[in-house]
């Protein structure tokens, strides 16, 4: 499985962006997918997670109310809407793949859960 990020860039305080992860290799569409990020000097934060079917989404609370995950397993990509962006959303944003199939819990928050890893795209919010 190779998962792809793209979408990043710099924006100002209260802008948005959208980021994209497309997945090749291996099936993806039978497991959870989330979004992680990395700020400078602190280690990586789950941000959002979503299970197989797209039906049902977790967000970490920083983000909860500006950042929508979605997917889209038909072009076998994953999405990630970022509005409202802030400073403190600086960071490198990764997507990944939870371990097992057809599992999914809003609490899949430990890198160890997930298997594969894109190289991340940077997200640079000025204030």
């Known amino acids: 499985v190779q998962l792809v990020e793209s979408g990043g860039g710099l924006v100002q305080a209260g802008g948005s962006l959208r980021l994209s992860c497309a997945a090749s290799?291996?099936?993806?569409?039978?497991?959870?997918t989330a979004w992680f990020r990395q700020a400078p000097g602190k280690g990586l934060e789950r941000v959002s997670v979503?299970?197989?079917?797209?039906?049902?989404?977790s967000y970490a609370d920083s983000v909860k109310g500006r950042f929508t995950i979605s997917r889209d397993n038909a072009k076998r990509t994953l999405y990630l809407q970022m509005n409202s962006l802030k400073p403190e959303d600086t960071a490198v944003y990764y997507c990944?793949?939870?371990?097992?199939?057809?599992?999914?819990?809003?609490?899949?928050?430990?890198?160890?859960?997930?298997?594969?890893w894109g190289q991340g795209t940077q997200v640079t919010v000025s204030s």
């Open positions: 990944t793949r939870y371990r097992r199939p057809n599992s999914y819990s809003a609490r899949m928050e430990l890198t160890g859960e997930y298997d594969y």
């Open positions: 290799g291996r099936a993806v569409s039978s497991y959870a």
């Open positions: 979503i299970n197989s079917g797209g039906g049902s989404t």
